[in-house]
T-cell receptor, first 117, second 111 residues
């Protein structure tokens, strides 16, 4: 079964440093997403990406965050200057599309645990 | 406002007992609802989506628009069902299709 792949599985970074989280979505999927889950809290939407641009972003996704699909396969999340409160599990997801027909569920990656020290 | 509420943080049952994980939603349009499961902090896995009306691992969920609920049920719980369960609503604003998650319910099945 196709998978969404995320690297690294765990990243430790110092406060103020830039970090890039990488994702390889499923190849025929068109919609890409980042979610995060702070320890003990619910999964929260960060950003969606379609047709090489951001479709929607949450209030969490401020100017410190950016996303890119640099080469048609990878989908990256960059945090420019990490803060302690950015420590969380970050999940990438991809989806074929929207609608009520067919398999339009999301496929999530296994996540990157980001620890900011 | 679009919202998903899972009122129980923890549900503990004995093996063989029936299970019902509650989920209520608030959404102005026609909702698209999902249940995801997360075993031991692994990836989120799709368990059920309401449009397919299927049964996975013995779990079923029926969308009740009158009560705005999408409760997850299983008649006989197994130890391997112990996991975190998230109810989610797909928001249909624009072409985004973002998921809005509930707080999650930890299901603990005791032997």
């Amino acid at each position: 079964e196709p998978e969404v792949t995320q690297t690294p599985s765990h990243q430790v970074t110092q406060m103020g440093q830039e970090v890039i989280l990488r994702c390889v979505p499923i190849s025929n999927h068109l919609y890409f997403y980042w979610y995060r889950q702070i320890l003990g809290q619910k999964v929260e939407f960060l950003v969606s990406f379609y047709n090489n641009e951001i479709s929607e972003k949450s209030e969490i996704f401020d100017d410190q965050f950016s996303v890119e699909r640099p080469d048609g396969s990878n989908f990256t999340l960059k945090i420019r200057s990490t803060k302690l409160e950015d420590s969380a599990m970050y999940f990438c997801a991809s989806s074929e599309g929207q609608g009520n027909l067919g398999n339009y569920g999301y496929t999530f990656g296994s996540g990157t645990r980001l620890t900011v020290v | 406002a679009q919202r998903v509420t899972q009122p129980e943080k923890l549900l503990s049952v004995f093996k063989g007992a029936p299970v019902e994980l509650k989920c209520n939603y608030s959404y102005s349009g026609s909702p698209e609802l999902f249940w995801y499961v997360q075993y031991s902090r692994q990836r989120l896995q799709l368990l059920l989506r309401h449009i397919s009306r299927e049964s996975i691992k013995g779990f079923t969920a029926d969308l009740n628009k009158g009560e705005t609920s999408f409760h997850l049920k299983k008649p006989f719980a197994q130890e391997e069902d112990s996991a975190m369960y998230y109810c989610a609503l797909r928001s249909g604003s624009g072409n985004t299709g973002k998921l809005i998650f509930g707080q999650g319910t930890t299901l603990q099945v005791k032997p």
